[in-house]
């Protein structure tokens, strides 16, 4: 049985996935879906041509993905693609946030995210491709979004790491990592009141990062970066020092706030 599987995949950028992928492959015999949501996934999934599995897994719950590598056990898949997308992200200053809600993040954006890498790897087929959604915020360090920049900065590097490893068995993997996405992320993102530095200049959408990002998988690139502002971000990322990424970033964010305070008041 061949398939392709994606995580998050009940909403924004891996709702996305699926549906383009829905469209790309033609030849494999089920989708399978991960999130919590299970109505959603299903609402998604009566729209798709392919046959679905809906697996309704909360990915921060050790005892789901055991399930998950259950059936994977008993069904043997042949995985064409596994996009791991489910993730979240809290803005505002580490101190001022709840350490569990941070701690989350960790569980759900790294290590959920390398336990289902793990336990997919055998399955893989040849020319397999794996997609790990990490963000623009991988980069470089960001005060206010720290917890959040630091998963993202784990899921490169180990997504590129791992490219090296499975390059042998013709595997090939992409980092997916998009500045921001107009998605329902910063609902719960920006929650306490905190917003990403000039979010509104550069805000593309999810049909852009998915088909930007499914070119690149392709042409197995080992990145993929969506949008000219982001890939200058890139460039300045690897030539600057990240002392003066952050010390810019503050400037700026101060400058925004300015202008907001201006704003109230006329
Ligand atoms: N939007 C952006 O600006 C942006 C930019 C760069 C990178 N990203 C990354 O893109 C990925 C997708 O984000 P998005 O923008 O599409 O946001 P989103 O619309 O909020 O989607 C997040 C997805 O993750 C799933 N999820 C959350 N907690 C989960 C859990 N415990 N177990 C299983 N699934 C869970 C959600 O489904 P349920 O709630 O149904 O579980 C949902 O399908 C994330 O990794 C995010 O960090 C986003």
Redesign the pocket.
């Known amino acids: 049985m061949k398939i392709v599987i994606v ?9 996305e996935f699926v549906k383009q992928l829905d469209q790309n492959f033609q030849r494999i015999d089920e989708i399978w879906m ?4 299970e109505k ?1 996934m299903e609402d998604i999934a009566s729209g798709l041509e392919n046959k679905v599995r809906i697996l309704p ?4 719950k050790r005892e789901d993905i055991e399930l998950f590598s259950d059936i994977l056990a008993v069904e043997k898949p042949g995985i064409c693609m596994l996009v791991n ?5 809290v803005m505002g200053n580490f101190q001022d946030l709840a350490i569990e809600e941070q701690l989350e993040m960790i569980e ?2 790294c290590k ?1 995210l390398t336990k289902i890498t793990y336990l997919c790897l055998p399955y893989m087929i040849r020319n397999g491709r794996i997609l790990q ?5 991988a980069f470089s360090p960001q005060a206010g979004f720290a917890v959040y920049a630091a998963t ?1 900065s784990y899921v490169l590097s180990f997504s590129r790491a791992l490219q090296e490893e499975v390059r042998s068995k013709e595997i090939f993997i992409t980092a997916v990592c ?4 107009d ?4 609902e ?1 993102a920006e929650k306490g009141g905190h917003t990403l530095l000039l979010k509104k200049k550069f805000t593309v959408t ?1 049909e852009r990062v998915v088909h930007d990002a499914l070119i690149a998988s392709k042409k197995r690139k080992t990145v993929s970066v969506c949008s000219l502002p982001m890939k200058a971000f890139h460039g300045a990322c690897k030539l600057l020092p990240h002392d003066w990424i952050l010390e810019i970033a503050q400037y700026f964010a101060g400058k925004e706030q300015e202008k907001e305070n201006e704003k109230e008041i006329s």
């Open positions: 995580t998050g995949a009940s909403s924004g950028i891996g709702e991960i999130a919590r949501s959603k897994f909360d990915l921060e997308c489910a993730g979240f992200g759900l954006n959920a959604v990490a963000s623009s915020a993202k998009p500045g921001p996405v998605t329902p992320f910063f719960r999810a």
